[in-house]
């Protein structure tokens, strides 16, 4: 069974302070794994996906399949960061259905 | 584009009484998908389909919960009967040949 796992629901840190947010899943096969980001008032969105292997405002996040993880770190927080994170995982090419972690609520403190 | 659309935004509605959510997605997207979230469980798929046929619908609660998408441009989330633990966000969102989902703003239901 396809499952993601976000084990901090709330997470509060100092502005310019490093910030990881945990994530791990279970998937026998392959999986894709991505991080959706939603700020205040704005809609549920792609922050990055494992495939691309960039950096998206200052994120990034590498698949480890040993430990079965794809935690998102940024080195110095800024207070726009400030959000609900969902990592999410699909089995197959095409990302046709994604499962979720159920998200943890990012705080940035000035 | 205004992105994927749905409606209401908003929704109080009694035990009992019939709801019926609404999806827009965008223009060009072969896919869309529901999805409800709550507290407790965060957030489920409930169904998908791709050119409006629905593949997935293994995340579906209930009976009581039934999708369709009689067209490319528009889809409906029916709950019939309602009852107050369907209480929650249901989002839509679509995608097209990419696998970038993108959501709408999302549907608040309150069943009391």
């Known amino acids: 069974a396809q499952r993601v796992t976000q084990p901090e629901k709330l997470l509060s840190v100092f502005k310019g302070a490093p910030v990881e947010l945990k994530c791990n899943y279970s998937?026998?096969?392959?999986?894709?794994l991505f991080w959706y980001v939603q700020y205040s008032r704005q809609r549920l969105q792609l922050l990055l996906r494992?495939?691309s292997r960039e950096s998206i405002k200052g994120f990034t996040a590498d698949l480890n399949k040993g430990e079965t993880s794809f935690h998102l770190k940024k080195p110095f927080a800024q207070e726009e960061d400030s959000a609900m994170y969902y990592c999410a995982l699909s089995g197959h090419q095409g990302a046709q259905k994604l499962v979720f972690g159920q998200g943890t609520r990012l705080t940035i403190n000035p | 584009d205004a992105g994927v659309i749905q409606s209401p935004r908003h929704e109080v509605t009694e035990m009992g009484q019939e709801v019926t959510l609404r999806c827009k997605p965008i223009s060009g997207h072969n896919s869309l998908f529901w999805y409800r979230q709550t507290m407790m469980r965060g957030l489920e798929l409930l169904i998908y389909?791709?050119?409006?046929?629905?593949?997935?619908d293994s995340g579906m609660p209930e009976d009581r919960f039934s999708a369709k998408m009689p067209n490319a441009s528009f889809s409906t989330l029916k709950i019939q009967p309602s009852e107050p633990r369907d209480s929650a966000v249901y989002f839509c969102a679509s995608s097209g040949l990419g696998d970038e989902q993108f959501f709408g703003p999302g549907t608040r239901l309150t069943v009391l």
């Open positions: 389909f791709n050119n409006n046929v629905p593949i997935d």
């Open positions: 494992h495939i």
């Open positions: 998937y026998s096969g392959s999986p894709e």
